[in-house]
């Protein structure tokens, strides 16, 4: 698959193969199911047309840049989780966007100009509330009507589950509170974090209960604080765990809050600082609390432990 940056004036893409495109348009944070069905939509157009499908987003978040934003963007798929799932669903290339102010100035028209027709697309599927241009203001409508003939349309109506939109931000207000269950339904896969095993206080080990202290890739959302059921890929094999997003109130000052990720691996016993690993998110088991002491933290985690592995056994039949 190939990725191409594209920039607002100065790094425009040039079509030397000539290649045509059938285009899927969207930010598409979390590739989630009303995403994928977009993205499906412009492979099987691709196929129907015999031309090669492509995927079209935006980096970085267009909050930053139109809403002025000092803090960070959190990203339910960092652009490389993104484009990593774009490959797997068989896109042949993504067009990626550099939202700058000279790229949100664009008039409809010479959004086309430059980014529809200037890579060669003959056919264009986006989700029905898609907008593009200065202040948003071209639609799909104008889509179609601004094409001259050079392209085609097609409008992938919202989708829905359980009585609401299928949404990047639903799917982060899930996260916020843990609803990891919800989150795997509207993304049709495990929420996924990506990090580094770093070294921390090393107090699990004191207590039978070993962790992997993982420090998230810059810029990925992390789930509200809790104990949760999760799954671990470390040197390209699956472990089952149990992972605490805290602050370790048993331990620490509260007022010196620093949050950590922290998985104790079921049946693993090996030294994996400076691996990078995945953990996949399935349920969130309790809120964090704080402890009278060690013997009762311990407990708890032994009990947090079984309902782990239980949840695991279930979701094996």
Not at 130 to 159: H, P, Q
Not at 190 to 217: C, M
Request: hydrophobic share 35%; net charge neutral.
């Amino acid at each position: 698959m190939d990725v191409y940056h594209l920039s607002y004036p100065n790094h425009l893409y040039s079509n030397d193969k000539n290649e045509a495109y059938s285009l899927a348009i969207g930010f598409f944070d979390g590739v989630h199911k009303g995403h994928q069905a977009v993205i499906k939509q412009a492979l099987d157009k691709g196929k129907e047309m015999n031309i090669k499908t492509a995927v079209m987003t935006f980096d970085p978040h267009p909050s930053l840049v139109l809403g002025g934003r000092k803090e960070k963007v959190f990203y339910i798929t960092p652009l490389q989780e993104k484009t990593d799932i774009l490959k797997s669903f068989g896109v042949d290339a993504v067009f990626v966007v550099r939202f700058t102010s000279d790229f949100a100035k664009l008039t409809p028209e010479k959004f086309i100009e430059f980014f529809i027709n200037q890579t060669n697309v003959k056919h264009v599927t986006a989700g029905f509330d898609f907008s593009f241009g200065a202040f948003g203001k071209g639609t799909m409508k104008d889509m179609e009507l601004l094409s001259e003939g050079k392209y085609s349309v097609s409008v992938v109506d919202k989708k829905e589950f359980v009585g609401g939109k299928i949404s990047s931000t639903r799917i982060r207000e899930e996260l916020t509170v843990g609803n990891m269950e919800q989150v795997k339904e509207l993304l049709g896969r495990p929420f996924k974090l990506t990090g580094v095993v770093i070294h921390g206080d090393k107090r699990g080990r004191t207590i039978n209960f070993p962790t992997a202290n993982v420090e998230p890739t810059e810029g990925q959302f992390t789930p509200a604080t809790g104990v949760y059921a999760v799954k671990i890929s470390v040197q390209e094999s699956w472990y089952e765990g149990v992972c605490n997003v805290g602050y370790k109130p048993t331990f620490n000052n509260l007022d010196e809050k620093k949050l950590s990720i922290e998985v104790h691996i079921i049946d693993f016993d090996q030294s994996i600082y400076g691996e990078e690993v995945t953990v996949h998110w399935y349920m969130r088991i309790r809120s964090e609390q704080k402890f009278n002491g060690i013997d009762e933290l311990k407990e708890q985690i032994g009990k947090d432990k079984q309902v782990a592995i239980e949840f695991f056994k279930k979701e094996a039949e």
